[in-house]
């Protein structure tokens, strides 16, 4: 009798729970159906993209790209495939040598080589591609991991002629090495997904800038910058000003990404791009006044004294954009 009843005792638990669990399942179910999709709404438009083939060097502004995983891609060329380095291996960029954003690069008319130019020396020539017999040299960027190939003693040579420093080496990524995965960054790994990959950027693959930003911050200004000290990859214009820090995502032609955080802005704001001098306060004064995080907002610990400007982004689908093209944001 009592196997009996405890045998009955147990159906009844589990039609019970059977029951139960189907019908969260389907109150599960009309929850997502009733969910509202992703809403993206015109924003703005495209009024330049930017491509900065060597690290802290000048960027090249084109009419169209695509938007790789890795970066904006141009050609043979990639955003940040090339980098200077030190005599230890270390990375350097115009915070260290403010020189560097008189460094002017382009392409060879029959896209076979990278052309370096500046005043007073002679330009040099240098494969669009890597030579993997060259040496492999591996570094870090603000911890984390990253290899590249030597781009030789042609470059050595003229590197020393500009900055009268014997050491100074170019190295260029090859697409068959790994990128530098930005999960690994210790301060933003929660930010990015681990197929999230740079070359030699400091950060995310893409920086988005508005026009109205740069307006407003040069209002403040006694002399206005332009966005060179900023170097974003894409501008946008038609929104207002910092509507950058609330899109979550955005579409621009093909392609669709992801924003991970505001971009904390340093010293490398500071250099100014006609003249390869370091400024001492501006504009970096000015932004700390009004543009840093407030104690309660989740990053403010990592942004430390950095005051934000622009919004970094991560790739979610490759595609082609153009200036011109209309930008659709999510908005939070």
Same mark, same amino acid.
């Given at each position: 009798?009592?196997?009996?009843?405890?045998? #009955?005792?147990?159906?009844?638990?589990?039609?019970?729970?059977?029951?139960?669990?189907?019908?969260?399942?389907?109150?599960?179910?009309?929850?997502?159906?009733?969910?509202?999709?992703?809403?993206?709404?015109?924003?703005?438009?495209?009024?330049?993209?930017?491509?900065?083939?060597?690290?802290?060097?000048?960027?090249?502004?084109?009419?169209?790209?695509?938007?790789?995983?890795? @970066?904006?891609?141009?050609?043979?060329?990639?955003?940040?495939?090339?980098?200077?380095?030190?005599?230890?291996?270390?990375?350097?960029?115009?915070?260290?040598?403010?020189?560097?954003?008189?460094?002017?690069?382009?392409?060879?008319?029959?896209?076979?080589?990278?052309?370096?130019?500046?005043?007073?020396?002679?330009?040099?020539?240098?494969?669009?591609?890597?030579?993997?017999?060259?040496?492999?040299?591996?570094?870090?960027?603000?911890?984390?991991?990253?290899?590249?190939?030597?781009?030789?003693?042609?470059?050595?040579?003229?590197?020393?002629?500009?900055?009268?420093? #014997? @050491?100074?080496?170019?190295?260029?990524?090859?697409?068959?090495?790994?990128?530098?995965?930005?999960?690994?960054?210790?301060?933003?790994?929660?930010?990015?997904?681990?197929?999230?990959?740079?070359?030699?950027?400091?950060?995310?693959?893409?920086?988005?800038?508005?026009?109205?930003?740069?307006?407003?911050? =040069?209002?403040?200004?006694?002399?206005?910058?332009?966005?060179?000290?900023?170097?974003?990859?894409?501008?946008?214009?038609?929104?207002?000003?910092?509507?950058?820090?609330?899109?979550?995502?955005?579409?621009?032609?093909?392609?669709?990404?992801?924003?991970?955080?505001?971009?904390?802005?340093?010293?490398?704001?500071?250099?100014?791009?006609?003249?390869?001098?370091?400024?001492?306060?501006?504009?970096?004064?000015?932004?700390?006044?009004?543009?840093?995080?407030?104690?309660?907002?989740?990053?403010?610990?990592?942004?430390?004294?950095?005051?934000?400007? @622009?919004?970094?982004?991560?790739?979610?689908?490759?595609? =082609?954009?153009?200036?011109?093209?209309?930008?659709?944001?999510?908005?939070?």
């Amino acid at each position: 009798m009592l196997k009996t009843l405890s045998n #009955q005792h147990l159906s009844l638990i589990l039609a019970i729970s059977s029951a139960a669990l189907t019908s969260f399942g389907i109150v599960y179910y009309f929850q997502r159906k009733r969910k509202s999709p992703k809403r993206f709404i015109e924003v703005g438009s495209v009024s330049e993209i930017l491509i900065y083939p060597v690290k802290s060097c000048r960027g090249i502004s084109l009419d169209s790209a695509m938007c790789s995983l890795r @970066g904006l891609k141009w050609g043979p060329l990639r955003d940040r495939k090339w980098m200077m380095i030190n005599e230890k291996d270390r990375f350097v960029s115009a915070r260290q040598e403010p020189k560097m954003a008189l460094i002017v690069p382009s392409l060879s008319d029959d896209n076979q080589e990278l052309i370096l130019s500046t005043e007073g020396i002679e330009p040099i020539k240098i494969p669009a591609n890597a030579n993997v017999s060259q040496r492999l040299i591996c570094t870090t960027i603000w911890n984390t991991d990253i290899c590249g190939y030597e781009c030789g003693k042609v470059a050595e040579e003229w590197l020393s002629k500009i900055f009268r420093y #014997q @050491g100074y080496k170019l190295v260029v990524h090859e697409d068959s090495l790994e990128g530098r995965k930005l999960a690994d960054d210790p301060k933003w790994k929660p930010k990015s997904l681990y197929k999230d990959e740079s070359l030699y950027s400091d950060l995310t693959q893409y920086l988005v800038i508005s026009e109205s930003s740069l307006d407003d911050l =040069n209002k403040r200004l006694d002399e206005p910058v332009t966005m060179k000290n900023f170097r974003p990859n894409i501008v946008v214009k038609g929104c207002k000003a910092f509507a950058e820090d609330n899109w979550t995502e955005i579409k621009i032609g093909g392609a669709h990404l992801y924003r991970t955080h505001l971009c904390g802005r340093c010293r490398m704001t500071l250099v100014n791009p006609e003249t390869g001098v370091m400024a001492h306060a501006e504009p970096l004064k000015t932004l700390r006044e009004y543009r840093m995080v407030d104690k309660s907002h989740p990053d403010s610990k990592a942004f430390g004294v950095h005051p934000v400007f @622009g919004s970094n982004f991560n790739m979610v689908e490759v595609g =082609n954009i153009r200036v011109g093209d209309k930008v659709y944001a999510v908005i939070e």
